[in-house]
C-alpha cells in the first residue's frame, strides 16, 4: 500500500502495471480498432450530413456496414501468437 509520503500521478498503477499483457496478435489489432473506427464513423456522417446533400437518414446503414466489415476482418485475422487471460 502507498506510505502517507508516496506521491503517486494519477493513473500510473494502470501504466506500470506488468501483470497485464496486452496481446498483440492480428485478431486483437484489428479488434481494438472497433471503438476508434465507431467513433470515425460518427465523425464522417456527421460531416457528411452537414456539407453533402445526404443525411443522417440516407448514411445510418454506415452503422452497420462498418462494424461489419470490421467483424469480417477480424474473423480472417490470424491468432497466430494470442495471449489468453
Ligand atoms: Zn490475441
Redesign the pocket.
Known amino acids: 500500500m502507498a506510505a502517507p509520503g508516496d506521491k503517486k500521478l494519477l493513473g500510473e498503477n494502470a501504466v506500470a502495471d506488468t501483470n497485464k499483457i496486452r ?3 492480428a ?2 489489432r484489428v479488434s481494438c480498432l472497433m471503438g476508434p473506427l465507431m467513433l470515425i464513423t460518427v465523425g464522417a456522417i456527421f460531416l457528411a450530413a452537414q456539407y453533402t446533400r445526404y443525411g443522417i437518414g440516407d448514411l445510418w446503414p454506415l452503422f452497420m456496414i462498418v462494424p461489419g466489415i470490421l467483424l469480417l476482418a477480424q474473423s480472417f485475422a490470424s ?1 497466430e ?3 489468453t487471460r
Open positions: 496481446c498483440s496478435c485478431h486483437c491468432r501468437g494470442h495471449i
